[in-house]
């Protein structure tokens, strides 16, 4: 009997060299946690049919601060960050989110290189990392290079990431302010979000929204009129100016607009 899985190529990787050498020489795609890939697998949709696991390449793991910087390996589970002191210390609405990502099983095989490269707009780490300024570790075989994440998608579900890299770390510079972090969804847990921001309220406040364009958006202009003390209704206009959400199966835009409005207002009141 075939299965889903019966026409899949897959070859399993023991080392970062290895996986980075493979992906020179074959066309293949990087699986780790599974968690997003097998869900478009079970429904028919994914294309890819040649696969790496790098799942077993223990270099990608690791919670480390080199340098200020805290460094989160790209296999980096949700589970690891919801245990992680050094998270908890430097960034906790990471952790907020973190606990909102599925169920415990999810939590546990689930990595933030997978969240990020998978691409979706409504991923729930991804509008912490923005906000956090965050950097992506890319690296191919003999070459690195380190992609500010507001720079890393180019539309939705595709970014500046090449066939022949890997997202081997997240980089997050130290965040000076009050952290905050909010997902609107169908539950708190287990279900997409119809709408998930981050937000850090310090000298320079930042905002960062998922499921309002086709990636992520870190809202600029809005965070300029926070800064510069500008009314609220002035900084939520500005904010419905920057968003583009749609109208699909979880929500409608005109609800995420009214939402992403009042998270503006509440983040701005719960951090003041």
């Not at 130290?174 to 609107?184: H, L, M, N, Y």
Request: a positive charge; proline letters at 4%.
């Amino acid at each position: 009997m075939r299965t889903a899985v019966s026409s899949l190529d897959l070859r399993r990787a023991a080392s970062l060299d290895e996986a980075l050498r493979v992906l020179n020489e074959e066309s293949r795609t990087p699986i780790a946690g599974a968690t997003d890939l097998y869900v478009a697998l079970n429904f028919g949709t994914l294309a890819p049919r040649r696969f790496i696991d790098i799942w077993g390449v223990d270099e990608l793991r690791g919670i480390s601060v080199r340098d200020d910087m805290l460094v989160l390996g790209g296999l980096t589970t949700y589970a690891a960050i919801i245990r992680s002191a050094l998270v908890a210390e430097r960034l906790p609405m990471l952790i907020d989110a973190a606990r909102q990502v599925g169920g415990p099983q999810i939590q546990n095989r689930g990595t933030i290189a997978g969240n990020i490269a998978n691409g979706s707009p409504a991923a729930d780490s991804v509008p912490v990392f923005a906000a956090a300024d965050a950097i992506i570790v890319l690296r191919s075989l003999g070459h690195e290079r380190r992609i500010p994440i507001t720079q890393f998608y180019t539309g939705y579900r595709t970014s500046v990431m090449r066939a022949d890299e890997l997202i081997v770390a997240v980089e997050v510079p130290r965040v000076s302010g009050r952290q905050w972090f909010r997902k609107v969804g169908t539950r708190a847990a287990q279900a997409i979000s119809k709408i998930v921001v981050a937000g850090v309220r310090g000298a320079a406040p930042r905002f960062a929204l998922g499921s309002v364009a086709p990636t992520v958006v870190r809202a600029y202009a809005t965070e300029r009129a926070l800064g510069a003390g500008e009314s609220m209704e002035h900084a939520a206009l500005t904010l419905r100016r920057e968003i583009a959400p749609i109208d699909d199966v979880r929500s409608t835009a005109g609800y995420r607009t009214l939402v992403a409005e009042r998270l503006l207002r509440r983040f701005w009141i719960e951090t003041g």
